[in-house]
Protein backbone atom coordinates (compact mmCIF):
# COMPACT_ATOMS: atom_id res chain seq x y z
CA UNK A 1 0.00 0.00 0.00
CA UNK A 2 1.14 3.23 -0.84
CA UNK A 3 1.31 6.44 1.06
CA UNK A 4 0.32 9.96 0.11
CA UNK A 5 4.15 12.22 -0.09
CA UNK A 6 4.02 15.59 1.35
CA UNK A 7 6.05 18.34 1.65
CA UNK A 8 7.11 20.60 4.26
CA UNK A 9 6.46 24.89 3.75
CA UNK A 10 8.80 27.44 4.09
CA UNK A 11 6.46 28.66 7.38
CA UNK A 12 7.80 24.71 9.07
CA UNK A 13 11.34 25.07 8.07
CA UNK A 14 11.26 27.99 10.87
CA UNK A 15 9.87 25.18 13.47
CA UNK A 16 13.27 23.71 12.83
CA UNK A 17 15.51 25.76 15.86
CA UNK A 18 18.66 24.70 17.41
CA UNK A 19 17.10 22.74 20.11
CA UNK A 20 15.62 20.56 17.59
CA UNK A 21 18.53 20.31 15.55
CA UNK A 22 20.22 19.08 18.91
CA UNK A 23 18.15 16.91 19.54
CA UNK A 24 16.48 17.91 22.87
CA UNK A 25 13.03 18.38 21.45
CA UNK A 26 10.76 16.91 19.03
CA UNK A 27 8.40 18.12 16.90
CA UNK A 28 5.06 15.98 17.33
CA UNK A 29 2.25 15.76 14.07
CA UNK A 30 0.10 18.76 16.03
CA UNK A 31 3.20 20.92 15.61
CA UNK A 32 3.88 19.97 12.08
CA UNK A 33 0.26 19.32 10.46
CA UNK A 34 -0.89 22.96 9.65
CA UNK A 35 2.89 23.19 7.92
CA UNK A 36 2.56 20.50 5.10
CA UNK A 37 1.04 19.86 2.37
CA UNK A 38 0.43 17.31 -0.50
CA UNK A 39 2.96 17.17 -3.64
CA UNK A 40 1.20 18.01 -6.36
CA UNK A 41 -0.04 15.52 -8.52
CA UNK A 42 -1.10 13.40 -5.32
CA UNK A 43 2.06 11.55 -5.48
CA UNK A 44 2.86 8.16 -3.68
CA UNK A 45 5.48 6.12 -2.42
CA UNK A 46 5.71 2.86 -0.48
CA UNK A 47 6.71 4.40 2.54
CA UNK A 48 6.15 1.46 5.02
CA UNK A 49 8.81 -0.20 3.57
CA UNK A 50 10.93 2.97 4.00
CA UNK A 51 9.77 2.92 7.58
CA UNK A 52 11.18 -0.51 8.12
CA UNK A 53 14.24 0.00 6.32
CA UNK A 54 15.10 2.92 8.41
CA UNK A 55 13.95 1.32 11.37
CA UNK A 56 16.04 -1.51 11.18
CA UNK A 57 19.77 0.39 10.14
CA UNK A 58 18.93 2.64 13.42
CA UNK A 59 18.56 -0.83 15.46
CA UNK A 60 21.61 -2.38 13.63
CA UNK A 61 23.71 0.24 13.05
CA UNK A 62 25.90 2.38 15.92
CA UNK A 63 25.29 5.77 16.06
CA UNK A 64 27.69 7.75 13.57
CA UNK A 65 28.45 4.29 11.24
CA UNK A 66 28.17 5.71 7.97
CA UNK A 67 28.31 2.05 6.65
CA UNK A 68 24.07 2.63 7.13
CA UNK A 69 23.95 4.48 3.98
CA UNK A 70 24.82 1.38 1.81
CA UNK A 71 22.42 -0.55 3.96
CA UNK A 72 19.35 2.06 3.14
CA UNK A 73 20.09 3.69 0.11
CA UNK A 74 18.78 0.88 -2.19
CA UNK A 75 15.31 0.79 -0.45
CA UNK A 76 15.36 4.59 -0.38
CA UNK A 77 15.52 4.82 -4.23
CA UNK A 78 13.38 1.71 -4.73
CA UNK A 79 10.32 2.45 -2.67
CA UNK A 80 10.51 6.44 -3.36
CA UNK A 81 10.04 5.66 -7.17
CA UNK A 82 9.75 9.31 -8.14
CA UNK A 83 10.84 11.18 -11.20
CA UNK A 84 14.33 13.79 -11.11
CA UNK A 85 11.49 17.06 -11.48
CA UNK A 86 9.72 15.72 -8.23
CA UNK A 87 13.35 14.70 -6.35
CA UNK A 88 14.12 18.52 -7.28
CA UNK A 89 11.53 19.90 -4.92
CA UNK A 90 13.38 20.35 -1.50
CA UNK A 91 9.97 20.50 0.29
CA UNK A 92 9.61 16.89 0.03
CA UNK A 93 13.18 15.96 1.51
CA UNK A 94 12.50 18.80 4.53
CA UNK A 95 9.56 16.51 4.79
CA UNK A 96 11.05 13.39 5.08
CA UNK A 97 13.82 14.49 7.18
CA UNK A 98 12.32 16.46 9.77
CA UNK A 99 8.62 15.08 9.91
CA UNK A 100 9.24 11.50 8.88
CA UNK A 101 12.59 10.20 9.52
CA UNK A 102 14.19 12.80 11.92
CA UNK A 103 15.56 10.01 14.40
CA UNK A 104 17.41 8.54 11.58
CA UNK A 105 19.06 11.87 10.75
CA UNK A 106 20.12 12.35 14.09
CA UNK A 107 21.52 8.78 13.92
CA UNK A 108 23.46 8.84 10.91
CA UNK A 109 24.78 12.51 11.82
CA UNK A 110 26.42 13.50 14.63
CA UNK A 111 25.70 17.48 15.98
CA UNK A 112 28.65 19.34 15.34
CA UNK A 113 27.36 22.70 14.38
CA UNK A 114 23.83 24.43 14.05
CA UNK A 115 25.18 25.19 10.33
CA UNK A 116 26.05 21.31 9.95
CA UNK A 117 22.74 19.54 10.88
CA UNK A 118 20.65 22.39 9.96
CA UNK A 119 21.74 20.87 6.32
CA UNK A 120 21.31 17.79 7.01
CA UNK A 121 17.21 18.53 7.85
CA UNK A 122 16.60 21.27 5.62
CA UNK A 123 19.21 21.16 2.64
CA UNK A 124 18.43 19.71 -0.86
CA UNK A 125 17.92 21.56 -4.19
CA UNK A 126 21.13 21.60 -6.13
CA UNK A 127 23.38 20.24 -3.58
CA UNK A 128 23.28 16.45 -3.43
CA UNK A 129 25.48 16.17 -0.31
CA UNK A 130 23.23 17.83 1.57
CA UNK A 131 19.99 16.67 2.77
CA UNK A 132 20.37 13.49 4.80
CA UNK A 133 17.76 11.33 3.16
CA UNK A 134 17.98 13.18 -0.78
CA UNK A 135 21.57 12.55 -0.54
CA UNK A 136 20.46 8.59 -0.51
CA UNK A 137 18.19 8.64 -3.39
CA UNK A 138 20.16 10.90 -5.79
CA UNK A 139 23.05 8.90 -5.29
CA UNK A 140 21.32 5.51 -5.79
CA UNK A 141 19.56 7.33 -8.75
CA UNK A 142 23.23 8.50 -10.47
CA UNK A 143 24.24 4.93 -9.67
CA UNK A 144 22.10 2.06 -10.22
CA UNK A 145 20.79 0.48 -13.76
CA UNK A 146 17.40 -0.60 -14.12
CA UNK A 147 17.61 -1.92 -10.85
CA UNK A 148 21.28 -3.16 -10.41
CA UNK A 149 22.52 -1.02 -7.23
CA UNK A 150 25.80 -2.85 -7.83
CA UNK A 151 27.34 0.64 -8.24
CA UNK A 152 25.28 2.06 -5.94
CA UNK A 153 26.82 -0.01 -3.08
CA UNK A 154 30.37 0.01 -4.13
CA UNK A 155 30.37 3.68 -4.24
CA UNK A 156 28.70 3.61 -0.50
CA UNK A 157 31.62 1.41 0.82
CA UNK A 158 33.85 4.11 -0.12
CA UNK A 159 33.01 6.99 2.09
CA UNK A 160 35.97 8.69 0.74
CA UNK A 161 34.53 8.17 -3.11
CA UNK A 162 31.15 9.80 -1.97
CA UNK A 163 32.95 12.76 -0.17
CA UNK A 164 34.88 13.35 -3.27
CA UNK A 165 32.44 12.59 -6.25
CA UNK A 166 29.03 13.66 -4.80
CA UNK A 167 29.90 17.52 -3.21
CA UNK A 168 31.30 18.33 -6.53
CA UNK A 169 29.35 20.05 -8.99
CA UNK A 170 29.44 17.59 -12.08
CA UNK A 171 28.06 15.07 -9.53
CA UNK A 172 24.13 15.48 -11.38
CA UNK A 173 25.69 14.51 -14.98
CA UNK A 174 25.03 10.41 -14.74
CA UNK A 175 27.57 9.76 -17.63
CA UNK A 176 30.31 11.39 -16.18
CA UNK A 177 28.99 9.56 -12.47
CA UNK A 178 29.23 6.22 -13.82
CA UNK A 179 32.23 6.67 -15.17
CA UNK A 180 34.38 8.24 -12.35
CA UNK A 181 33.26 5.86 -9.79
CA UNK A 182 33.91 2.83 -12.15
CA UNK A 183 37.43 3.69 -12.73
CA UNK A 184 38.22 4.92 -9.32
CA UNK A 185 36.30 1.52 -7.51
CA UNK A 186 39.93 0.37 -6.39
CA UNK A 187 42.15 3.32 -6.12
CA UNK A 188 43.06 4.72 -2.75
CA UNK A 189 41.88 7.51 -0.92
CA UNK A 190 44.80 9.40 -2.41
CA UNK A 191 44.34 8.78 -5.64
CA UNK A 192 40.23 9.35 -5.63
CA UNK A 193 40.83 12.62 -4.29
CA UNK A 194 43.41 14.08 -6.77
CA UNK A 195 41.69 12.37 -10.00
CA UNK A 196 38.10 13.96 -8.55
CA UNK A 197 39.94 17.47 -7.88
CA UNK A 198 41.97 17.61 -11.39
CA UNK A 199 38.49 16.07 -13.23
CA UNK A 200 36.31 18.66 -11.74
CA UNK A 201 39.51 21.65 -12.59
CA UNK A 202 39.42 19.80 -16.46
CA UNK A 203 35.76 20.78 -16.51
CA UNK A 204 36.42 24.81 -16.78
CA UNK A 205 37.92 24.03 -20.11
CA UNK A 206 35.40 21.09 -21.11
CA UNK A 207 31.98 20.89 -21.44
CA UNK A 208 30.58 18.75 -19.06
CA UNK A 209 27.34 17.81 -20.83
CA UNK A 210 29.08 17.42 -24.21
CA UNK A 211 31.02 14.42 -22.96
CA UNK A 212 29.78 11.11 -23.15
CA UNK A 213 30.71 8.28 -20.92
CA UNK A 214 33.47 6.26 -22.78
CA UNK A 215 35.14 10.07 -22.96
CA UNK A 216 34.91 10.94 -19.62
CA UNK A 217 36.03 7.74 -18.76
CA UNK A 218 39.05 7.97 -21.22
CA UNK A 219 39.80 11.48 -19.17
CA UNK A 220 39.37 9.95 -15.90
CA UNK A 221 41.74 7.25 -16.67
CA UNK A 222 44.37 9.98 -17.87
CA UNK A 223 44.22 11.65 -14.53
CA UNK A 224 44.55 8.74 -12.47
CA UNK A 225 47.82 7.82 -14.83
CA UNK A 226 48.80 11.53 -14.19
CA UNK A 227 48.21 11.10 -10.42
CA UNK A 228 49.98 7.65 -10.03
Known amino acids: MNDKLYRLTEDGRRLVGQSFLRGEVTLDDEDLDEYVEPLPGQLTANLNAIDEAVESVVQEYAEYDTSM??????????????????????????????????????????????????EKFLGAGSDLYSNAIHRLWWIAELTSDQGDYTVTHEVFSNQTMVNKVFDRWFARYQPAVVAICDELADEPSRVIDETTRRFNHALTNVQLEGLSEEEARELVRQIIAEVK
Open 69 to 118: DKALAEDVHRNLDITRRTAGDPGLWHWLAVYRYPHFVRHRWEYRSEEAMR
